[in-house]
């Protein structure tokens, strides 16, 4: 089966052959969720909980398949979501060994404003509820690395937490942080 996110939002996880679990994306409202394991055939490796209420429509995998073949567009279109999903896997895997925990959240932090923030005068709001635990996941850190991180992010003036929604005070500072280049307007 094979899930188009309309409205919504989601994490997707995973379990590491040791059974810790991971959480290894976000998704939101206009993602697809199951087509790899449709199109491949493999078993699904990860798990998806939705955050919040969420509209989502489902297509049988063998509608789905017969769609991509009749339909070339949408196969381009999903060829480029799952190459931008293979960039994104790419880059953490790289900063993971040339990076800290706080560039590497600094840099996932970035991310998640560009996908799913929404701007406020010099702040973007990341309107994800996660947590530090969640955060460290996603950059490959433990809890307690993560908790360093987002402290030391937080002492800089760098992010903030707002509930249970994350805001990045002021992007070119964090951009600047991250070493990451080529992202400023």
């Known amino acids: 089966m094979v899930y188009l996110l ?21 998704r939101a409202s206009g993602d697809v969720l199951g087509e790899m394991g449709v199109v491949s055939g493999d078993v699904r490796f990860a798990s998806v ?25 949408a196969a381009m279109a999903l060829n480029r979501v799952l190459g931008e999903r293979l960039r994104q896997a790419n880059r953490r895997r ?20 560009t996908c799913h923030g929404r701007p406020d005068g010099m702040r973007v ?20 690395t993560a908790q360093r991180a987002v402290k030391e992010l937080r002492r800089l003036e760098l992010m903030a937490y707002e509930g249970r929604r994350i805001v990045i005070i002021d ?10 280049s080529g992202t400023k307007p």
């Open 6 to 26: 309309l409205d919504g939002l989601a994490t997707v996880s995973a379990h590491t052959e040791n059974g810790t679990p991971t959480m290894v994306a976000v």
């Open 49 to 73: 909980l939705v955050a919040r209420t969420s509209l989502i429509s489902t297509i049988h995998g063998e509608k789905f398949k017969h769609f991509l073949q009749e339909a070339p567009a």
């Open 94 to 113: 790289l900063d993971f060994g040339g990076y800290t925990a706080e560039i590497r959240v600094a840099r996932v932090l970035l991310e998640l404003g």
């Open 125 to 144: 709001v990341i309107d994800v509820p996660l947590t530090q635990t969640d955060l460290g996941a996603l950059v490959g850190a433990s809890e307690a």
């Open 171 to 180: 992007r070119d500072r964090l951009i600047d942080f991250a070493d990451v």
